[in-house]
C-alpha cells in the first residue's frame, strides 16, 4: 500500500475529515501525528469503499429519455435530471475524481457545453487546470480548429492554442459518446498543441453509434458510466 501520509491528497482528506476531527479532540495528542495515524489506518478502507460505490453506481437511474428529440429517431439522454439530483451529480463526479486521483493530470479539457458541467468539478476536484473546448466564433484569442459531423448535423470546435502545454497530461471529458464526432475533433485539437490524452470519458456511452470504437481505433482510452445499447 501507497503511504498516503507521504503525499497528502486533499480529496481524500476531506473525506476523512469529520471522523479525524472528532478523533483529535478527542484524544488530546498532537494534530499532526494523530491525523496522520488516522490516515494510515483508514485509508484502505476508505478506498476501497469509494471503489465499491463507484462500481456500483449505474447513472441511468437518473437520466430523463426523451424520445424523438431533436429530431425524429433520436432517443435523448437527457443528463439534466442526473444534474438535478444532489446525490446523482455528486457521485457522477467522485467517479471519475477517484478514476484520476493518483493519474497526475494536468488538466480536464471539456467539450461545450455540457462537458463543462462535468470538467469543472472534476478538475477542481483533481487540482488540475480545466481548459474549454467551444462552439467556433467564442473564443477570444488565437485558437486552433476542427469541424465534425454530428448524429445530427455538421458543426465546428476550437481551443485557445496556449492552453495546453506540450506533452501535458490531460483527460477529455463530454457528457455523451454517439457518433464520436465531437470527440475525435477535440482529441485532435489536444493532438495539435502536443499534450497527450490519457483517456477520454463520458457519463453515457451509445456504442451502437459507433463512436467508442472509432475512438479506440484512433487510438485512444475510452471511458464511460453507463451504456445504452441500441441506439
Ligand atoms: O458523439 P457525437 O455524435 O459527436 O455526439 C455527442 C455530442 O453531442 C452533444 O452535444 P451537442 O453537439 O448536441 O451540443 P450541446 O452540448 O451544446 O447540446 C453531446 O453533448 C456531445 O458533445
Ligand atoms: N442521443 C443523444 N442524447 C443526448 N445527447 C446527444 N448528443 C448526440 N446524440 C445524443
Same mark, same amino acid.
Given at each position: 500500500m501507497k503511504n498516503p501520509t507521504a503525499d497528502? =491528497? !486533499?480529496?481524500?482528506? *476531506?473525506? $476523512?475529515?469529520? /471522523? &479525524? #476531527? @472528532?478523533?483529535?479532540?478527542?484524544?488530546?495528542?498532537? @494534530?499532526?501525528?494523530? @491525523?496522520?495515524?488516522?490516515? /494510515?489506518? $483508514?485509508? !484502505?478502507?476508505?478506498?476501497? $469503499?469509494? =471503489?465499491i460505490m463507484s462500481f456500483q453506481f449505474d447513472p441511468r437511474q437518473y437520466i430523463r429519455? /426523451? +424520445?424523438?428529440? +431533436? %429530431? #425524429?429517431?433520436v432517443q435523448f439522454r437527457d443528463i439534466t435530471t442526473l444534474l438535478e439530483h444532489k446525490l446523482g451529480f455528486r457521485q457522477t463526479i467522485d467517479c471519475y475524481v477517484h478514476r484520476y486521483f493518483e493519474a497526475d493530470i494536468d488538466a480536464v479539457v471539456g467539450i461545450d457545453a455540457r462537458g463543462f458541467i462535468i470538467g469543472a468539478p472534476i478538475a477542481y476536484e483533481l487540482r488540475s487546470s480545466f %481548459? +474549454? %473546448?467551444r462552439k467556433k466564433g467564442k473564443l477570444p484569442g488565437e485558437t486552433v480548429c476542427e469541424s465534425y459531423e454530428l448524429e445530427y448535423g455538421s458543426a465546428e470546435i476550437e481551443m485557445h492554442t496556449d492552453a495546453l502545454k506540450p506533452g501535458s497530461k490531460v483527460i477529455l471529458v463530454d457528457d455523451l459518446i454517439a457518433t464520436g464526432g465531437t470527440m475525435l475533433a477535440a482529441a485532435r485539437l489536444i493532438e495539435k498543441l502536443g499534450a497527450s490524452i490519457v483517456? /477520454? &470519458?463520458?457519463? %453515457?456511452?451509445? !456504442?451502437? $453509434?459507433?463512436? *467508442?470504437? =472509432?475512438?479506440?481505433e484512433a487510438g485512444y482510452k475510452v471511458f464511460s458510466l453507463c451504456e445504452y445499447e441500441g441506439d
Open positions: 497528502l =491528497k !486533499p480529496y481524500y482528506l *476531506s473525506y $476523512l475529515l469529520t /471522523v &479525524c #476531527q @472528532f478523533g483529535i479532540d478527542a484524544h488530546g495528542r498532537g @494534530f499532526e501525528l494523530y @491525523f496522520q495515524a488516522d490516515l /494510515v489506518i $483508514l485509508w !484502505p478502507l476508505y478506498s476501497g $469503499l469509494a =471503489k429519455t /426523451v +424520445p424523438d428529440w +431533436p %429530431v #425524429q429517431g %481548459v +474549454p %473546448v483517456e /477520454v &470519458c463520458a457519463i %453515457v456511452n451509445l !456504442p451502437d $453509434l459507433g463512436g *467508442s470504437r =472509432k475512438l479506440e
